[in-house]
């Protein structure tokens, strides 16, 4: 099986169902115009669904969750809000060492570092090389400045949300999108 000049999104889920890789590892209808550069790396990918196929070629996907009010949510939510508010989440995508986040754009460190580590998320793994994943953030960074920023429908969570998409084929927890009410 080869990709069509075009890079077609039905073209590449083609060859990934050939090659027995899951559609989801490679998000192409809404990254389709990274289906190319994903096609090159596919002969290389295993099925991402199995563990056995797992080994240290690929990276793991770890969401990286931090409480933006340091507990206080939990502690005063009811009484101010009226409603149970257990954290106010900040994520961030750790893989290839790095953190991958979105504050006033997108950027990465070692560690967000700015407070502790509420929770850590493991999403799975991916076999996409760190160039085509800097190819994707270059193609998605101006959705996520400064100006695009929005705390409801734009915000880190969201960016974690795409990353999650592209990487591991997985969606972040619905209870990191929204605010958790209970």
């Not at 979105?102 to 502790?116: D, K, V």
């Not at 998605?140 to 409801?152: E, G, P």
């Amino acid at each position: 099986s080869s990709v069509s000049a075009d890079g077609s999104a039905m073209a590449v889920g083609n060859l990934l169902k050939s090659r027995g890789l899951r559609r989801a590892a490679f998000p192409t209808q809404r990254f389709g115009h990274f289906a190319k550069a994903l096609a090159r790396h596919v002969t290389t990918a295993r099925r991402f669904d199995d563990p056995r196929n797992m080994d240290d070629a690929e990276e793991k996907v770890v969401l990286r969750v931090y409480d933006l009010s340091n507990g206080m949510a939990r502690a005063m939510s009811q009484q101010f809000l009226g409603i149970q508010v257990d954290i106010v989440p900040h994520t961030g995508v750790f893989v290839y060492e790095r953190e991958w986040f979105f504050s006033g754009g997108i950027q990465s460190a070692p560690s967000w570092g700015m407070m502790p580590v509420h929770e850590e998320i493991v999403l799975g793994q991916t076999g996409v090389p760190l160039e085509i994943f800097a190819e994707f953030l270059d193609g998605i960074r101006d959705q996520y400045t400064a100006d695009t920023y929005n705390l409801v429908t734009n915000n880190c969570n969201h960016f974690s949300n795409a990353v999650a998409e592209f990487l591991a084929g997985v969606q972040v927890p619905e209870r990191i999108l929204t605010l958790t009410l209970t």
